[in-house]
Nanobody, 124 residues
Framework: QLQLAESGGDSVQSGGSLRLSCASARTYSKRCMAWFRQSPGNEREGVALIASADGGTSYADAVKGRFIVSLDAPKSTVYLQMNNLEPEDTGIYYC??????????????????WGQGTQVTVNA
C-alpha cells in the first residue's frame, strides 16, 4: 500500500502562485505520480504527471505553461508549482500514484493510490 499526503493548499489572489507537495512514506523506483483536481459539481480531472524512471512529464492543456510538476526522488516527494493562477484553478488537488515504469494516460481510473487532497482557492 502506498500512502500519499498532500500539503500546500491555500487561498490566493488571481495571478498568484502556490507550490503543492505530495509526500509518500516509502520510496519506489518505478512509479508514476500525478496530480488531479476536482471542483464542486465537476468530475476529477488530470492536471499533470511525472514518471520516476525518466522524469518524463505530461500536462493538461488548461495548465500548460503555468504549472510545473517535479519529483525529488530521495525525499519521495512530488511537487506541483502553480503560477499565474486563475479562479478556474480552484478545487481540491489530489496526488495519485501507480507503481509502473511507464505512465498511463492521465485518467483517474488508471491510478490506484490517492492522497486525501488539499484545497486551492483562487480569488478573482
Amino acid at each position: 500500500q502506498l500512502q500519499l499526503a498532500e500539503s500546500g493548499g491555500d487561498s490566493v489572489q488571481s495571478g498568484g502562485s502556490l507550490r503543492l507537495s505530495c509526500a509518500s512514506a516509502r520510496t519506489y523506483s518505478k512509479r508514476c505520480m500525478a496530480w488531479f483536481r476536482q471542483s464542486p459539481g465537476n468530475e476529477r480531472e488530470g492536471v499533470a504527471l511525472i514518471a520516476s524512471a525518466d522524469g518524463g512529464t505530461s500536462y493538461a492543456d488548461a495548465v500548460k505553461g503555468r504549472f510545473i510538476v517535479s519529483l525529488d526522488a530521495p525525499k519521495s516527494t512530488v511537487y506541483l508549482q502553480m503560477n499565474n493562477l486563475e479562479p478556474e484553478d480552484t478545487g481540491i488537488y489530489y496526488c495519485a500514484a501507480v507503481l509502473s515504469n511507464r505512465c498511463p494516460p492521465l485518467e483517474a481510473r488508471q491510478f490506484p493510490f490517492w492522497g486525501q487532497g488539499t484545497q486551492v482557492t483562487v480569488n478573482a
